[in-house]
């Protein structure tokens, strides 16, 4: 059953989501090279407790840190540890939550190390942002979540090849319904499956967090012994990117986003809903 959110619902969850924004904007500053993957996690966990938070990633299912930190060829659910040293060059995906009041916000980013990256992995980053918006565009009443779905995939296939063949959207991660627990009914493929039928209608209420996984090369993973991280097949690189998205009477509203989504879904022709913080 997908969980259907009162306004006042939807307001906590707000106050969740700039929560996980300022996570991200403080892992954007700390993410130089030299820091250590240890580093993002300690950070994230100082905003937490400024902000009167707790962290939904902190013991789920045995999860041991706070954030997730994805290096490279990591496509989600890295373990942050003080042996993983970020280097020039290198980039991060940094997914990460907060909880209000027993309600969640969760998005994630990837961030770039240093400098001197090869255009193809801004291109990847790039693809995968965008993609996630065009998802997050096709959040309105009337759509069915294949809708959501078909946006992000048809994103990713409009865009030129980059120069190592394609771009990989990744089969077994995708976004999902979130709110009063961070993962909830319904599941959201980043790609369309006909066996999986049209999906629920978006109504008012409906919130979503939309994930897309993207590498340069492959689709497939695998994950290592430690049960968590999650690598591509073959070694290339990836980026995820995420926010976390609630339907409202007078539309969208991205609750991880600091202005709510106003800039880049005016892109679209798309006016937010009032922010009920502000």
């Excluded at 240093?114 to 065009?134: C, D, F, I, K, Y």
Aim: glycine share 12%.
């Amino acid at each position: 059953m997908v969980e259907i959110k009162t306004p006042e619902q939807i307001a906590k969850m707000r106050e969740a989501g700039l929560v996980v924004a300022r996570i991200h904007e403080a892992c954007r500053a700390a993410a130089v090279p030299g820091a250590t993957t240890k580093d993002l996690d300690d950070v994230a966990r100082k905003v937490l407790a400024e902000n009167g938070a707790t962290s939904n990633f902190l013991g789920y299912g045995g999860f041991p840190a706070t954030i997730c930190t994805s290096v490279n060829d990591v496509v989600v659910h890295g373990i942050p540890d003080e042996g993983t040293v970020l280097a020039d060059g290198d980039i991060i995906s940094v997914d990460a939550g907060a909880i209000i009041d027993g309600w969640h916000g969760d998005a994630a980013v990837t961030l770039f190390v240093g400098s001197g990256h090869a255009p193809e992995l801004h291109e990847l980053s790039r693809v995968t942002e965008e993609s996630m918006w065009a998802g997050i565009a096709a959040v309105k009443q009337g759509n069915r979540l294949v809708d959501v779905s078909k946006a992000i995939e048809g994103y990713i296939k409009r865009q030129p090849r980059p120069a190592t063949g394609k771009f990989g959207i990744i089969e077994d991660y995708g976004g999902h319904g979130i709110g009063s627990e961070m993962h909830m009914d319904p599941h959201l493929l980043n790609y369309v499956d006909r066996r999986r039928g049209r999906g629920p209608r978006l109504v008012p209420g409906f919130c979503l967090a939309i994930e897309p996984m993207v590498s340069l090369g492959t689709r497939r993973t695998h994950v290592l012994e430690d049960d968590w991280t999650v690598k591509t097949n073959d070694g290339t690189w990836s980026s995820h990117w995420e926010h976390t998205v609630a339907l409202t009477e007078e539309g969208p509203l991205v609750l991880t986003a600091f202005d709510g989504g106003k800039a880049k879904l005016a892109e679209f022709g798309i006016a937010t809903a009032p922010d009920p913080t502000a």
